[in-house]
């Protein structure tokens, strides 16, 4: 030890400026005065440019009537509406092509990047191709496909395509039956989560049974056969808890059901599949990542391929997966924005809108990405509770 730091220990300790705690506290606080400096710079500045040219940055024009038309709207509006319900449908609209996007594209990811590890030849060679083909075309020329190549190309409603009454492809949409709640269907749904109760428990005890002794048990075979009986069982008691509203051929269009409009399903088909490439490739290196020793071990207590992609490895693997798959999740949101581009009226298309017709584009443009930033940080804190949950607890 050096006479000086000798001489600093016996007369009290550091000095403040030389310790590292006062000079971390310091280098934080400069960080955040300079930024928030520099945003207070942008935004006096916009400001000062918008009073220069009589222009105002406040909300007051959300009262306003918006003037245009929505097609597919998943609440009540019409152009009467005000500039503020647009936006809410607007924002509807994206949390919905979000939603279905982000559970239909992790199926099929989940279900291509287990084929890209196939020992078949064909399934792994047409995953490869699937995976690098859609990977490396933008997805803006994939939504001009799906859209002026194949929706747009389907036949007029008169020679509509048809998979019995439950399935309808036309030019002006996508029709599908729907389902409406009838007197007895909160009793029938009782049954059905008492079917899926009682499943998980019989899963969960005759897994337990199989690793104890040995012996095969089908905890898999039996919870399915348990959850699909119950409630079928209630259905039949209970006289249709469901009553179920089909598409039908009115004087100009189909009526009933549920209905989509070509637009969004192009969105959605494209967002899906782009976006399921990317998945399956994060799939596919998080099975990767389980160690050999893992697999010998799971085939060496007797476990079959599919149990072992069950019970070992898959659960190991979302160790690795979950964190890029969040950037996925979080990438489909923000690409669903080039809705714009096939006429789909989502957040950012309603807000461009508004823009032209109202000329706010400051107020619109921060409403906007206000809006993206909630639902980002919405999907990052639920994934990463659940990442928190697996993760590794280190010792």
Not at 116 to 138: D, F, G, H, K
Not at 145 to 173: C, D, H, K, M, Y
Not at 282 to 308: D, P, T
Request: aromatic share 12%; proline share 4%.
């Amino acid at each position: 030890m050096e006479d000086r730091d000798i001489q600093i220990l016996k007369h009290g300790g550091i000095p403040f400026w030389r310790d590292v705690r006062v000079l971390k506290a310091a280098g934080q606080i400069i960080s955040a005065i300079v930024v928030l400096g520099f945003l207070y710079f942008l935004a006096s500045n916009a400001l000062e440019a918008a009073n220069s040219r009589g222009l105002s940055l406040g909300f007051g024009f959300l009262d306003d009537s918006a003037g245009f038309a929505i097609d597919d709207t998943p609440i009540a509006y019409d152009p009467s509406s005000t500039f503020g319900r647009a936006l809410l449908v607007g924002l509807l609209n994206t949390i919905r092509v979000a939603f279905l996007g982000i559970v239909l594209a992790t199926l099929l990811g989940i279900v291509v990047g287990t084929a890209r590890l196939s020992s078949n030849w064909l399934v792994r060679n047409l995953a490869n191709v699937y995976v690098e083909t859609i990977r490396n075309v933008p997805l803006l020329v994939q939504l001009f496909f799906w859209f002026f190549a194949v929706f747009v190309r389907l036949p007029p409603v008169e020679e509509s395509i048809t998979l019995g009454r439950f399935l309808i492809l036309n030019q002006r949409g996508v029709y599908v039956v729907a389902a409406h709640p009838t007197g007895t269907f909160f009793a029938w749904l009782a049954t059905a989560v008492a079917g899926l109760l009682l499943a998980l428990i019989l899963y969960w005890r005759l897994n337990a049974h199989q690793l104890r002794t040995g012996r095969p048990t089908y905890p898999l075979t039996v919870a399915i056969a348990t959850f699909i009986l119950l409630p079928l069982v209630g259905w039949l008691l209970l006289s249709q808890p469901l009553a179920f509203d089909f598409p039908e051929l009115g004087a100009f269009n189909y009526e009933g059901g549920t209905s989509l409009t070509t637009n969004f399903a192009a969105l959605l088909v494209g967002l899906v599949i782009y976006t399921a490439s990317f998945i399956a490739e994060i799939v596919r290196a998080g099975i990767q990542a389980v160690s050999k020793g893992q697999v010998e071990a799971a085939r060496a207590v007797g476990l079959s391929n599919l149990q072992a992609m069950r019970l070992v490895i898959f659960p190991q693997a979302l160790r690795v997966i979950i964190p890029p798959l969040i950037s996925q999740y979080l990438n489909l949101t923000k690409n669903s924005s080039l809705a714009v581009a096939i006429g789909f009226k989502d957040f950012f298309a309603v807000g461009k809108t508004i823009i032209d017709q109202a000329g706010r584009a400051v107020p619109v443009f921060a409403l906007i990405m206000l809006g993206y930033l909630v639902l980002s940080l919405t999907y990052s804190f639920i994934m990463n509770i659940y990442n928190r949950r697996i993760a590794f607890v280190e010792r």
